[in-house]
């Protein structure tokens, strides 16, 4: 069943690259939208989102849709039915400013848990996927995290706060600590692939506060199907509800996590 589902969510990651493609470089001409303050949606957005929704709604009709630009079909993810959680592209800026750094996010959460998680960047060609019990690949190949990484030496990504401030001071002391305890920080504009990378052993870990459900599901199914751990700042397992997420190997998660309680 999960193995039919990874399937589809590909395909669908995939016809809607094919759109996305098609437009870069070709940004000037965009209908650009500004959603909220420095939240920005472009006509590639929507139809990619339209792409996915109908690859996926013809294969499984009677499941729920939760996606970031036309919210929830089938009655989304407020009951138990197996949900689709989708960010067309994840990246919008970069994207908008032709860099290279952007994706397709799908995560399918069923029975309470996130069952199949598929990130794909179209640019590099490098498709991450996962499956609950199964592991986690970069385009077919196993990916794990090393469990013995700490936070000395480690290199880590990270999100600015870019539209919320309220916790811009908090932010700034952890990235204080973490530039001075680490060999290196990152903010490539992508959460979704800064959770992939992570998932792949490229970053030791990530952390940023007020991500949305279709940022973090099929990012979140990677990294712990690759051995990684991933919280709120709490430490608790409600990261999808706040928005707000820390993750890496055991050790680094422990020593973020130490972090961002220190300077709260
Ligand atoms: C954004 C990107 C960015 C992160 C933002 C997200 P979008 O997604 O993931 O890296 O810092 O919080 O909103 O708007 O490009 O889909
Ligand atoms: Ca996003
Ligand atoms: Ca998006």
């Known amino acids: 069943m999960n193995t039919a589902m990874l399937n589809t969510a590909v395909r669908a990651a995939r016809n809607a690259s094919g759109l996305i ?11 650009i939208d500004q959603k909220h303050l420095n939240d920005f949606v472009t006509e590639v957005d929507k139809l990619s989102e339209q ?4 690859t996926l709604s013809e294969a499984y009709p009677d ?13 989304g993810d407020d009951d138990n039915k197996p949900t689709w959680i989708i960010d067309p592209l994840d990246g919008t800026t970069n994207f908008i400013h032709d860099i290279p750094q952007f994706a397709i996010s799908i995560g399918m959460k069923a029975e309470g848990h996130l069952q199949v998680g598929v990130i794909y960047d179209p640019v590099r060609d490098e498709l991450f996927t996962a499956m609950r019990g199964d592991g986690a690949r970069l385009n077919n190949r196993k990916i794990r995290i090393n469990p013995n990484t700490r936070l000395q030496g480690s290199l880590l990504g990270t999100g600015f706060p ?9 932010y700034l002391a952890i ?6 305890k680490t060999s290196g920080v990152r903010r490539p504009g992508s959460a979704a692939l800064d959770l992939a990378y992570t998932a792949a ?5 990530f952390w940023e506060f007020n991500l949305q459900a279709w940022d973090i599901a099929a990012g979140a199914l990677l990294v712990q199907e ?5 919280t709120d700042f709490n430490g608790e397992h409600d990261y999808m509800q706040t ?3 820390l993750c890496g190997p055991p050790r680094v998660h422990q020593e973020l996590l130490d972090i961002i309680r220190a300077t709260a």
Do not use: P, W
Request: net charge negative.
């Open 51 to 54: 792409e996915i929704i109908g």
């Open 63 to 75: 499941h729920a849709i939760y996606a970031e630009e036309s919210g929830k079909h089938n009655k």
């Open 175 to 180: 990235l204080k600590e973490v530039i001075t």
């Open 243 to 245: 928005g707000d997420v």
């Open 162 to 170: 870019y539209y919320q401030y309220d916790h811009l001071d908090h």
């Open 226 to 230: 690759a051995g990684g751990i991933i």
């Open 201 to 205: 052993g490229r970053f030791d870990g």
């Open 21 to 31: 493609k098609r437009y870069m470089g070709r940004t000037d001409s965009l209908k």
